[in-house]
Nanobody, 120 residues
Framework: QEQLVESGGGLVQVGGSLRLSCAAS????????MGWYRQAPGKQRELVAG???????NYADSVKGRFTISRDNAKNTVYLQMNSLKPEDTAVYYC??????????????WGRGTQVTVSS
């Protein structure tokens, strides 16, 4: 069964760093796009960063210069390095992947989320 498993969340002080990881598993032929979204209490889920299979990147304006997304295609894994964290970065972070299955079908998958809390 296909799934995305996130790790690396936690509690950190203002200005600190965290690295999130998300590994995809299952009957995967390739992964087109991978990304990280976040949802803070009372707010809508928003895109934090995305990366395509050819390495194209996009970031939310609020994290540019502080967060870096990368991926290891051999491991079907995407990472999010978060530096200079701010209290407003506090949210549940979700991994997302657009996967081409071995069946030839595309599926969009979400991880269960990992909590990131930045304390001041």
């Amino acid at each position: 069964q296909e799934q995305l498993v996130e790790s690396g969340g936690g509690l950190v002080q203002v200005g600190g760093s965290l690295r999130l990881s998300c590994a995809a598993s299952g009957s995967i032929f390739s992964i087109n796009r991978m990304g990280w979204y976040r949802q803070a209490p009372g707010k809508q889920r928003e895109l934090v960063a995305g990366i395509t299979s050819d390495g194209s990147l996009n970031y939310a304006d609020s994290v540019k210069g502080r967060f870096t997304i990368s991926r290891d295609n051999a491991k079907n894994t995407v990472y999010l390095q978060m530096n200079s964290l701010k209290p407003e970065d506090t949210a549940v972070y979700y991994c997302n992947a657009l996967v081409l299955m071995t069946s030839g079908k595309y599926n969009n998958y979400w991880g269960r989320g990992t909590q990131v809390t930045v304390s001041s």
